[in-house]
């Protein structure tokens, strides 16, 4: 099992900085990805940023201002959100994939809220 835990949500006005963590517990030597989705109310969960153990990086929304970073030594992702604006209001959720053999599971966080607001 994986257990990914998410830190770092709040309130921030238009135009504000975030950064999200992620850090994951358990058997952390069987995640091949790990990154960040999130679901605003009434919306489908989209992508915003992934990568996997090869270091490649997968952004979905706001590539253009989130950046994804990992530290290796303390199984933790990192999303560092700049000119946020209100359409970035979403609980944003990490996500680990883990292959045993052949058999992928996918490990969600609880998520953390995400307000941009004035």
């Known amino acids: 099992q994986v257990h990914p835990m998410e830190s770092g949500g709040g309130l921030v006005q238009p135009g504000g900085s975030l950064r999200l963590s992620c850090t994951a517990s358990?058997?952390?030597?069987?995640?091949?990805?790990m990154g960040w989705y999130r679901q605003a109310p009434g919306k489908q969960r989209e992508l915003v940023a992934t990568i996997n153990e090869g270091g490649s990086i997968l952004y979905g929304v706001g590539e253009d201002r989130f950046t994804l970073s990992r530290d290796d030594a303390k199984s933790t992702v990192y999303l560092q959100m700049n000119r946020l604006s209100p359409e970035d209001t979403a609980v944003y959720y990490c996500?680990?994939?883990?292959?045993?053999?052949?058999?992928?599971?996918?490990?969600w966080g609880q998520g953390t809220q995400v307000t941009v607001s004035s």
């Open positions: 996500k680990a994939r883990a292959t045993v053999l052949d058999d992928k599971h996918d490990w």
């Open positions: 358990g058997s952390i030597h069987t995640i091949r990805v």
